[in-house]
């Protein structure tokens, strides 16, 4: 081999070296791939449960005054549907218990096992209320009953949404996200469509055979037990989804880091004390979009057969009618919504949502209570159906993206169901109760746009993750061809941030000038690049000394001359700090 000439070996002599930390590259190895078949079979598995969930709160919400008749008879028409109202209420109150339970069990024993727990524990809780007792065999007991059965429901579905949202997120490529992960609440307006038709078509069955009093006598009933035959499918489906890779890339191994490096290390974050400690601003801001998204969901949902049926006068049927096309359209809308925010960005697409939210609310609910047409009642339940689409299409590919894999289920517990159970899920007895304090038809619309102003204001808090990788999670492909052009990429790709990945962290030799201040056109040097005697000398000078990151490297320290560079290096590689191309 020929040897350097004179020029060479001086300029060899004088180069120096300062040692630094860096975020490793991103490897072939490291990228997931999930073929589309299987993000399919995640996205039934997930959805099944959704809708189970909300074909509750259909069949819940659309039988309400006829439950207010049966288990609350305080002689106070309107105190009684408020009873029956805080049914729903207090589900919600139990929701961050179960959460706080169910989230963390998730994050640790997996998100699939405690997904079927939920599913099965919804499903007959259902089942059980359509067999209890009335106030009129039982007195207040059967009040209590339901508001038990109600808490049981609470409790399992404060590990639902939250579980599916986790898990169908890390499921979904990068680059679709929106799309795929949006496909989860189809399930839910889908499930409350169904529930609400299941009343309306009872209703009518049971009034045209057995008369006008056959709804109230038993068959309000029907829509509960309904749910034996769809909740045993649920579980089905739910027994057979795999876990999520995410997960299992993400499970500690016999190499983990020890316990006080991980609790302060954002990215290895477990458990909700650790969140709490870490990602606080954005636990406040998912709270703040959960809030609003489900004030007007909920709105359009479990309160409007309310809202119709003691400002209108309109039976469950009546309701069901007007409000099933609407739940249809956003459902529907839902994947198409989810494309356009892989577009153009989940941040663009809620402020759509808070913007329309602000504009369509007092039209919606100003034509509802001044007109006595079907067809413009119908298209005021459509107007508030937009604002509720596009709130809903991003919660699931948003809110999972906020936060680490191992503790991302634990976060989406609590974040969401806090919001859902303060702000949300009171939507429909709030509203009622504002009515009668204040006499003002209008205010469950003023109610729902003060928690839009409020996402307004937390929307500049919120990192854009479109097209980007979960947080503390690898890039996520649905091709394996896609994996050579990410990891050549990965310095151009707006969409890859290597800090927010759980990439260990190597030691480099970086190239320094007689100052010690970092050559910026030359590559640092991968220590098996240096001389034994090079990477000795090296290893004695920071013995003592921390080694700095190379982001924040300065030339505050002075640098070291380690020797010579080796003259003989990887075949077909540079030498060691030569400039980059």
């Not at 636990?283 to 489900?294: D, E, G, M, Y």
């Not at 928690?451 to 980007?468: F, I, Q, R």
Request: charged letters at 15%.
């Amino acid at each position: 081999m020929a040897r350097p000439h004179a020029g060479e070996r001086t300029a060899r002599a004088e180069r120096r070296f300062r040692l630094a930390t860096r975020r490793r590259r991103l490897e072939a190895d490291d990228v997931l791939v999930v073929e589309r078949s299987s993000i399919r079979s995640a996205i039934s598995g997930t959805v099944v449960g959704n809708f189970m969930e909300w074909f509750d709160f259909g069949v819940y919400g659309y039988v309400t005054v006829t439950l207010s008749q049966l288990f609350f008879q305080t002689g106070d028409e309107q105190l009684d549907v408020l009873l029956a109202l805080l049914g729903f209420a207090v589900s919600f109150v139990v929701r961050p218990l179960g959460g706080l339970v169910l989230g963390p069990l998730g994050d640790r024993i997996g998100r699939q096992k405690v997904l079927f727990f939920t599913m099965a524990a919804m499903a007959i809780a259902t089942a059980l209320i359509g067999v209890l007792p009335t106030h009129a065999q039982i007195g207040f007991s059967a009040a209590i009953l339901l508001y038990v059965l109600k808490m049981v429901q609470g409790f399992s579905t404060g590990g639902e949404y939250a579980g599916a949202a986790t898990y169908v997120s890390e499921f979904s490529s990068d680059r679709k996200r929106g799309y795929y992960a949006s496909w989860l609440d189809i399930g839910s307006y889908l499930g409350f469509a169904t529930g609400a038709g299941t009343v309306a078509l009872v209703h009518a069955i049971a009034s045209a055979g057995w008369g006008e009093s056959a709804f109230t006598d038993w068959g309000w009933r029907v829509p509960f037990l309904v749910a034996i035959p769809l909740g045993a499918v649920a579980i089905y489906f739910r027994a057979r989804i795999p876990e999520t890779p995410a997960f299992e890339s993400a499970e500690p191994g016999a190499d983990a880091a020890p316990e006080e490096i991980v609790a302060d290390d954002p990215l290895q974050a477990t458990g909700l004390r650790s969140v709490l400690r870490h990602y606080r601003k954005e636990l406040l801001v998912a709270i703040v979009i959960v809030a609003a998204a489900n004030s007007v969901g909920y709105a359009l949902t479990s309160y409007m057969p309310t809202f119709l049926g003691t400002q209108l006068g309109l039976d469950e049927m009546q309701s069901a009618l007007l409000t099933i096309p609407a739940m249809v359209l956003v459902a529907v809308s839902l994947p198409a919504i989810g494309r356009l925010s892989d577009a153009i960005g989940r941040r663009r697409v809620l402020l759509l949502a808070a913007i329309g939210t602000l504009v369509l609310s007092i039209p919606s609910f100003w034509l509802i209570l001044h007109t006595t047409s079907f067809a413009l009642t119908l298209l005021a339940m459509l107007l508030l159906g937009i604002p509720t689409a596009l709130y809903l299409a991003m919660l699931a590919p948003t809110l999972p993206a906020m936060f680490p894999t191992r503790a991302r289920y634990s976060a989406m517990g609590f974040a969401f169901n806090v919001a859902v159970s303060l702000f949300g899920g009171t939507t429909p007895l709030i509203a009622q109760a504002l009515i009668g304090w204040t006499g003002i038809q209008l205010m469950p619309a003023f109610w729902i746009m003060l928690l839009s102003v409020l996402c307004l204001l937390a929307l500049p808090a919120l990192h854009e993750t479109a097209g980007a990788p979960l947080l503390g999670s690898y890039p996520t492909v649905e091709h394996e061809d896609e994996v050579a052009e990410l990891v050549e990429g990965q310095d151009e790709d707006p969409h890859l941030d290597l800090e927010r990945m759980p990439l260990d962290d190597e030691i480099v030799a970086v190239p320094v000038d007689a100052s010690g201040q970092v050559l910026e056109d030359v590559e640092p040097v991968a220590l098996d690049d240096l001389s034994p005697r090079d990477r000795t000398r090296l290893d004695e000078y920071y013995s003592t000394r921390e080694i700095p990151t190379l982001a924040t490297l300065t030339g505050e320290m002075p640098a070291i001359d380690p020797g010579e560079a080796p003259d003989v290096v990887a075949e077909g590689s540079e030498a060691p700090g030569a400039p980059r191309a």
